[in-house]
């Protein structure tokens, strides 16, 4: 089962929108996000966070729910950013967050190109990156996108940055950063890193 539902904080138990069947994204599978912000649950209140290759939104939309202060979500593709924006516009009609303090943005950006655009830090980045191209040909970005983030200095110096990716993804850790966690389900990971 994917992400779909809201699983805690104001909205949940709300629906994120659901995406066109023509569009080749991955959803996060209800387990993985929940055990995702079972980790992270300490670090949620007040953050920024980012959400790169957002698809959905929904690990996006789970971190505004659960109190983040502010959210960009990252989306190149421009179907998914409507159905993200959709989505946040259905669930503020719902149920208004409890702090006004809390905002989001959505960026169409392609973060192969890199990251160096963001003028901002954050306190959790998030990559939900494919695991297919469009040849059904395996993606392997974690190692990239490590090197990004710290070319593009956009990770506070005691945030956390997570990577799903396949199980079979193999990457080196550039030396610059500590990699203190991974959790395996099925063909998915977590992988957990801090900047030293």
């Known amino acids: 089962m994917s992400g779909t539902k809201i699983i805690s904080g104001d909205w949940k138990g709300l629906e994120i929108c659901p995406m066109p069947k023509n569009i080749l994204v991955r959803p996060i599978l209800a387990r993985i996000k929940k055990s995702l912000f079972d980790i992270l649950?300490?670090?949620?209140?007040?953050?920024?966070?980012?959400?790169?290759?957002?698809?959905?939104?929904?690990?996006?939309?789970?971190?505004?729910?659960?109190?983040?202060?502010?959210?960009?979500?990252?989306?190149?593709?421009?179907?998914?950013?409507?159905?993200?924006?959709?989505?946040?516009?259905?669930?503020?009609?719902?149920?208004?967050?409890?702090?006004?303090?809390?905002?989001?943005?959505?960026?169409?950006?392609?973060?192969?190109?890199?990251?160096?655009?963001?003028?901002?830090?954050?306190?959790?980045?998030?990559?939900?990156?494919?695991?297919k191209d469009e040849e059904k040909k395996p993606i392997y970005f974690v190692q990239e996108i490590l090197k990004m983030i710290l070319?593009?200095?956009?990770?506070?110096?005691?945030?956390?940055?997570?990577?799903?990716h396949h199980a079979k993804e193999s990457f080196e850790t550039p030396e610059e950063w500590n990699f203190f966690r991974a959790e395996k389900y099925g063909d998915s990971t977590l992988s957990f890193f801090k900047l030293k």
């Open 151 to 164: 070319q593009a200095k956009i990770l506070k110096k005691q945030g956390t940055f997570v990577a799903q």
């Open 41 to 131: 649950k300490n670090h949620i209140q007040g953050c920024h966070f980012l959400d790169l290759f957002a698809g959905s939104g929904s690990v996006g939309v789970e971190a505004l729910s659960r109190g983040a202060a502010r959210v960009v979500f990252v989306e190149s593709h421009f179907q998914c950013r409507e159905r993200i924006q959709e989505t946040l516009e259905t669930l503020s009609k719902k149920i208004v967050l409890s702090s006004s303090q809390r905002d989001w943005v959505i960026y169409a950006r392609d973060i192969r190109n890199g990251l160096n655009w963001l003028n901002e830090d954050f306190d959790l980045i998030f990559s939900g990156a494919p695991y």
